[in-house]
């Protein structure tokens, strides 16, 4: 959803009236997902632009609406991938006081880069999340989006792929393949 855990455990847990705490929803719910975020793949396209910008010196963080329990399951099998970022910020950062859709998240890694871009519309966000895209925008920043193809609502992005294979890095002022 691109939006804190907690947050979304209690939306679902509304919506969908079961008969347990939003607590005890997060505690089963996380005891599943362990398994699952274990096997996290990369997205088909992202390890060969990873590399790519990372060869060119192009300064690259995440700023994901995971925890950072969620984030070191998911990337534990990706360590020489995030390497190559300057820093990872994750949703309980306390810096990060709201999540997505709100810009915090962004606006924070955009604070923390070792030479601070300018202006917020010199950041690229690639996002596979709604309230990921309706964040940067909100932080002002270009927003490229790869949706699950089971999406049906797509908000408006700059951008949007059905594969990070499809990115031209030139799109956006950044060095071609």
Do not use: W
Not at 4 to 12: D, G, L, Q, R
């Amino acid at each position: 959803m691109g939006m804190k855990y907690h947050k979304s455990m209690e939306i679902v847990q509304k919506e969908l009236d079961i008969p347990i705490t939003p607590e005890e929803l997060v505690t089963e719910s996380m005891n599943n997902l362990k398994e699952l975020f274990l096997k996290c793949d990369t997205m088909p396209g992202a390890e060969r632009l990873i590399r790519h910008l990372g060869n060119h010196g192009i300064p690259m963080c995440i700023a994901t609406g995971s925890s950072s329990a969620d984030f070191a399951l998911k990337t534990h099998s990706h360590k020489d991938l995030i390497s190559l970022m300057e820093f990872t910020v994750q949703s309980d950062d306390p810096e990060v006081k709201f999540g997505k859709p709100n810009p915090d998240i962004f606006l924070v890694a955009k604070s923390r880069f070792k030479s601070p871009p300018a202006s917020s519309k010199n950041c690229l966000v690639l996002e596979d999340a709604p309230n990921g895209i309706k964040a940067a925008l909100a932080a002002e920043m270009m927003c490229v989006m790869v949706p699950d193809p089971r999406l049906e609502n797509i908000p408006p992005a700059h951008l949007v792929l059905k594969s990070l294979e499809e990115f031209s890095p030139e799109s956006f002022g950044l060095p071609p393949f």
